[in-house]
């Protein structure tokens, strides 16, 4: 079936430090993909999401590319900043979005020090 | 638009009592998704509707749980009896095309 691997947290940065968080995904057909991210005490929120191969999304500085070679979706970000702390959840669509369903990762949680 | 609206955001009960947990989606979308987070299991999947009808249900955890959505604007989580294995905090998440948005959560605290 469709799943979502995630890297083991947590992952602890100084500040204006370079972020990569691996995501690989297993699925049959072509899902679109997404990264969410969850900040103390509240709802997750969609950061970015990309629809096909070779797509990168991108927003508040977080970038991630479709690679669908390498089955893989990796969060990058140039520079963190300390409100970036909070856990970050990989998705992919599963039924190619036919049933707005999301297989999520395990979630990945960055701390932010100054 | 407002989002999509949970309530209550904390709910403590007693084991052995009824726990109703309500969920307003966003107007217009007609995928609405309950989750659950726990440290232990992380984020769960425990039912999911499409226009108002239950399309996948096989992860609620037992017999205990159930979830209504009588028309297009308003769903319920119902756990008879809580345990305190429940506590947990519970995500209502609506969409309309893939992308899903998701509400403040409930935390419950079952004692």
């Known amino acids: 079936g469709n799943s979502v691997t995630q890297m083991e947290g947590p992952v602890t940065l100084s500040e204006e430090a370079f972020l990569t968080i691996n995501c690989t995904y297993t699925?049959?057909?072509?899902?679109?993909l997404f990264w969410y991210v969850q900040y103390p005490g509240e709802g997750l929120q969609l950061l970015l999401k990309?629809?096909?191969?070779?797509d990168k999304g991108s927003n508040k500085g977080f970038e991630a590319t479709y690679r669908k070679e390498t089955t893989s979706f990796h969060l990058e970000k140039g520079s963190v900043q300390v409100s970036d702390s909070a856990v970050y959840f990989c998705?992919?669509?599963?039924?190619?979005?036919?049933?707005?369903?999301?297989?999520f990762g395990t979630g990945t949680l960055l701390a932010v020090q100054p | 638009d407002a989002g999509v609206i949970q309530s209550p955001r904390h709910e403590v009960t007693e084991m052995g009592q009824e726990v109703t947990l309500r969920c307003k989606p966003i107007?217009?979308?007609?995928?609405l998704f309950w989750y659950r987070q726990t440290m232990m299991r992380g984020l769960e999947l425990l039912i999911y509707?499409?226009?108002?009808?239950?399309?996948?249900d096989s992860g609620m955890p037992e017999d205990r749980f159930s979830a209504k959505m009588p028309n297009a604007s308003f769903s319920t989580l119902k756990i008879q009896p809580s345990e305190p294995r429940d506590s947990a905090v519970y995500f209502c998440?609506?969409?309309?095309?893939?992308?899903?948005?998701f509400g403040p959560g409930t935390r419950l605290t079952v004692l």
């Open positions: 509707f499409n226009n108002n009808v239950p399309i996948d």
């Open positions: 107007s217009g979308h007609d995928y």
């Open positions: 998440a609506s969409s309309l095309v893939n992308e899903q948005f």
């Open positions: 990309a629809t096909k191969a070779d």
């Open positions: 998705a992919l669509s599963e039924g190619g979005g036919a049933t707005n369903k999301l297989i």
């Open positions: 699925a049959t057909g072509y899902p679109s």
